[in-house]
């Protein structure tokens, strides 16, 4: 009898901990399965790629500066053809922010597969305020969050330093030259 319950106690035992480890494996294949997904339709969707672009600053005609700017060139219809389509990565953006955030059904690193859009959206104060104003604040949130992204900006000013500094001895020293000739 003691030899059963032992059996039937460990089988049990043995059958949590497989079910426990086999889900773990299926819920990590169905977020990979998700991103996979979001990362197609941010790649393949034409009105999500034109916004990237502009973000980018690899538009033709547009720049994140002139969708906020009243006296930019962009005429107001199409300002608010862009516009439009801002909100469209911007509420993609955010689902993925939700689901890092709110449901924890995604992690920072899966996130951080995003983080280069995260970053180009924080060179832009303005696209940050209008964030904040207009139901994305979980994107700023998670970009306070992201280290990925801290990464970026430490480097962008580590670069920029290095130009300016290049730039000031640049200048130095051809007027040094310039003085001495």
Request: aromatic share 12%; with cysteine; glycine share 4%.
């Amino acid at each position: 009898m003691k030899w059963e319950l032992l059996v039937a106690a460990g089988a049990l035992v043995f059958s949590v901990i497989t079910y426990i480890m086999t889900r773990r494996a299926e819920l990590a294949w169905r977020r990979t399965e998700f991103l996979c997904e979001q990362a197609y339709y941010l790649d393949t969707d034409p009105e999500l790629t034109e916004m990237i672009k502009i973000l980018e600053g690899r538009h033709k005609s547009a720049t994140i500066p002139a969708l906020f700017a009243a006296d930019a060139a962009l005429e107001d219809i199409e300002r608010q053809d862009y516009m439009q389509k801002l909100d469209k990565l911007l509420n993609f953006l955010w689902r993925l922010c939700y689901a890092y955030l709110e449901t924890r059904t995604i992690t920072q690193k899966e996130l951080e597969g995003f983080g280069w859009y995260f970053w180009r959206i924080a060179s832009f104060p303005v696209l940050l305020a209008y964030c904040k104003e207009n139901g994305f604040e979980e994107i700023p949130t998670v970009i306070d969050k992201l280290d990925y992204v801290a990464e970026l900006q430490e480097e962008s000013e580590q670069m920029a330093n290095k130009t300016s500094d290049a730039t000031s001895e640049s200048l130095s020293g051809t007027a040094s030259s310039a003085h001495q000739g």
